[in-house]
């Protein structure tokens, strides 16, 4: 599967397709929600947020093989970080828009300043700067799915 390229431009173009009244394909997540959603992994990828380790050690690494391989992530996953309930923090999609561009900027800014940084993501371990980009690229190709926002 073809993923998103990791580049603000490009998840802009499709992010601006993209309207408060638009329903997702699968799962009950609002539009903005995910926007928002979207923005939390950027944050995680950061090392915000106060994250466990979900599974067992000997787990990762075959995590981080489903990371780097070109499966795509499945509908209706289900984790304990990321809840379709969880209140909206904007008051429209462009704020949202807007917070989530500030987010990638600074995550691109940290990475740049600090190369050997790395964040924990509770199911796929400490992650280095070439993995989150992997990351966000499925993650976001995921949820621009969810939304058709890309084919």
Do not use: C
């Amino acid at each position: 599967m073809n993923f998103i390229a990791p580049d603000l431009s490009e998840f802009l173009i499709h992010l601006d397709k993209l309207s408060d009244n638009k329903k997702p394909s699968w799962g009950n997540m609002s539009a903005q929600r995910m926007v928002e959603h979207l923005t939390d992994g950027i944050k995680m990828s950061m090392g915000e947020g106060d994250f466990k380790l979900e599974i067992s050690e000997d787990r990762v690494s075959k995590m981080v093989l489903f990371l780097d391989s070109d499966k795509p992530m499945a509908q209706n996953i289900q984790v304990s970080f990321a809840s379709p309930d969880t209140p909206l923090r904007n008051l429209d999609m462009e704020e949202a828009i807007d917070e989530f561009t500030i987010a990638w900027v600074d995550f691109e800014e940290l990475y740049d300043n600090n190369p050997d940084f790395k964040a924990l993501h509770p199911f796929y371990g400490n992650l280095n700067y070439e993995q989150w980009l992997r990351l966000h690229s499925k993650h976001f190709t995921h949820h621009f799915l969810q939304f058709e926002l890309m084919k």
